[in-house]
């Protein structure tokens, strides 16, 4: 799987938690354990960005920063690669369908697609007002 992909769906996977969360809904615990994994995991090396995803939907997330702060700390650091990793295999195994339904809301391989012609051009990783 494409880096900036995964660091999409383990965004989604975090915020889609917190959601189910917010109603009641539970989701499976090797899902609930790998999220949090991730979240320590990545806040060792971007605290700031764990700020911002812990803070969404409440406030405005810029994903597009998101992503490629988790994919650059993937990159220089094998153990937030590894968290990275477990938690989208732990979310594509998840058996809550409604995980699923909030999960795919935003479509993420076109949303990765639009941040890597971003970072390949020479932008700044700012994807503006794009629709997805």
């Given at each position: 799987?494409?880096?900036?992909?995964?660091?999409?769906?383990?965004?989604?996977?975090?915020?889609?938690?917190?959601?189910?969360?917010?109603?009641?809904?539970?989701?499976?615990?090797?899902?609930?354990?790998?999220?949090?994994?991730?979240?320590?995991?990545?806040?060792?090396?971007?605290?700031?960005?764990?700020?911002?995803?812990?803070?969404?939907?409440?406030?405005?997330?810029?994903?597009?920063?998101?992503?490629?702060?988790?994919?650059?700390a993937?990159?220089?650091?094998?153990?937030?690669?590894?968290?990275?990793?477990?938690?989208?295999?732990?979310?594509?195994?998840?058996?809550?369908?409604?995980?699923?339904?909030?999960?795919?809301?935003?479509?993420?391989q076109?949303?990765?697609?639009?941040?890597?012609?971003?970072?390949m051009?020479?932008?700044?990783?700012?994807?503006?007002?794009?629709?997805?």
């Amino acid at each position: 799987m494409e880096p900036l992909t995964a660091s999409a769906i383990a965004i989604a996977t975090v915020i889609a938690t917190k959601a189910l969360e917010k109603t009641g809904e539970k989701v499976g615990e090797t899902l609930w354990d790998k999220t949090g994994q991730f979240l320590i995991t990545l806040k060792k090396h971007s605290p700031h960005t764990v700020v911002a995803i812990e803070k969404a939907p409440s406030q405005p997330l810029d994903y597009g920063k998101a992503v490629l702060e988790i994919e650059s700390a993937a990159k220089a650091h094998p153990e937030v690669n590894l968290a990275v990793q477990e938690l989208v295999a732990a979310a594509k195994a998840e058996p809550n369908s409604k995980f699923h339904e909030i999960q795919a809301m935003p479509n993420l391989q076109k949303l990765a697609e639009k941040i890597g012609q971003v970072v390949m051009l020479g932008g700044t990783g700012n994807i503006g007002n794009q629709s997805f």
